[in-house]
């Protein structure tokens, strides 16, 4: 969220959007209080005394009913126990009295990496855990916005609109079956990344380092949705398939187990790949190249000097 330009986490913070309603946001890591005193605002909202309140999850939830003697997850200390309060129940104590519940990640939307196959902690997403039909008492569901990790402005713009539609000043979120917001979530990384024209023509990289499109080196771009090559990382900087990394389709609900191992490609990437470079990619780019050259590449007549020209400089 730090790394969030549009909008910034301060602009947030400031109230420096037009119509936006104060916002206090109480998060471990940009606290100054701490121990007892960060924990208040938690018991208050338990306690229906902080409100409204939006609850964002970052992490997965793990399964305490097989945590044998300890436990996973933990927020805080019970007074009256001394034992540490479990994550799992904060979400049942705040999640029905929040007006809206988001899945911050792709581990709190959908389980992530601790949740991968044969994890000891029985980890899964929020989804899961409260329900897919689950929905907020204003009768908002669950929204997921997932990435390892999320895009920083994903996060503070649906924040945004989400707290401009609980106070009435915007309209609903367009959420997709899993929950992501659809106009951030809605095409694949292949639809808007930069290398995307040369996988048209046919021109695949072989190797790290070479400027070409990466799908014969793993690249999950064309079933991974995701915004990033469009929206970059930070201030429009970066996204993965752009700058040579590739798409390890981290926003998806399957990852990591589905996607690895990640450097392989896989037969329908293999099929694509070999199509478009024996078939229509160099036709394509022949046929291109060939029209930009006659056609395109060259300045019209009336520009060039001699008995056609019409308008512009003429040389005396
Ligand atoms: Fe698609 Fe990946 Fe190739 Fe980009 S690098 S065009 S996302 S397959
Ligand atoms: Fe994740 Fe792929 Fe999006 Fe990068 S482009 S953030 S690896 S889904």
């Known amino acids: 969220m730090t790394a969030a330009t549009n909008p910034s986490l301060e602009d947030l913070l400031r109230g420096c959007l037009p119509g936006m309603p104060p916002v206090v946001l109480y998060n471990p890591v940009f606290a100054f209080e701490t121990g007892e005193d960060f924990m208040q605002a938690w018991f208050k909202a338990a ?8 609850l964002v999850l970052e992490g997965s939830v793990p399964n305490e009913e097989i945590n044998g003697d300890g436990h996973w997850a933990g927020l805080g200390v ?47 997403g929020l989804r899961d855990y409260l329900g897919w039909k689950w929905v907020s008492r204003l009768g908002v569901p669950i929204i997921s916005v997932p990435g390892c990790p999320a ?21 609903a979120l367009d959420l997709d079956e899993q929950g992501r917001p659809e106009w951030i979530f809605g095409r694949t990384v292949h639809e808007s990344c930069d290398r995307a024209g040369l996988a048209e ?22 079933v991974a949705k995701c ?10 900087i970066g996204g993965c398939p752009n ?15 589905k996607y690895m191992p990640f450097v392989e490609p896989d037969t329908a990437a293999r099929v694509y790949a070999t199509t478009a470079r024996l078939a229509h990619g160099p ?12 056609n395109f590449d060259r300045e019209p007549g009336w520009r060039s000097r001699g ?3 019409t308008s512009g400089y003429r040389a005396r």
């Open 78 to 124: 019970d007074a009256a126990t001394g034992q540490p309060i479990l994550t799992n129940t904060w979400i049942d104590r705040l999640a029905p009295r929040a007006a809206a519940v988001l899945a911050m990640g792709t581990c709190a939307a959908y389980g992530g990496i601790p949740a991968m196959r044969n994890n000891p902690t029985g980890a899964m």
């Open 227 to 236: 915004n990033v090559p469009v929206r970059g990382w930070v201030n429009g």
């Open 283 to 294: 036709l394509l780019k022949y046929l291109r190249d060939r029209r930009i050259r006659r």
């Open 47 to 54: 306690a229906g005394r902080l409100d409204p309140f939006v």
């Open 243 to 257: 700058v040579g990394g590739i798409c390890m389709a981290c926003t998806m609900p399957g990852f990591p187990d």
């Open 201 to 222: 023509h046919g021109q695949f990289s072989t190797s790290h380092g070479d400027g070409r499109c990466l799908v014969k080196l793993g690249c999950k771009g064309p």
């Open 307 to 309: 008995a056609e020209l």
């Open 151 to 171: 895009q920083p402005d994903n996060i503070t713009e649906t924040l945004l609109r989400l707290v401009l539609h609980l106070t009435g000043m915007g309209p």
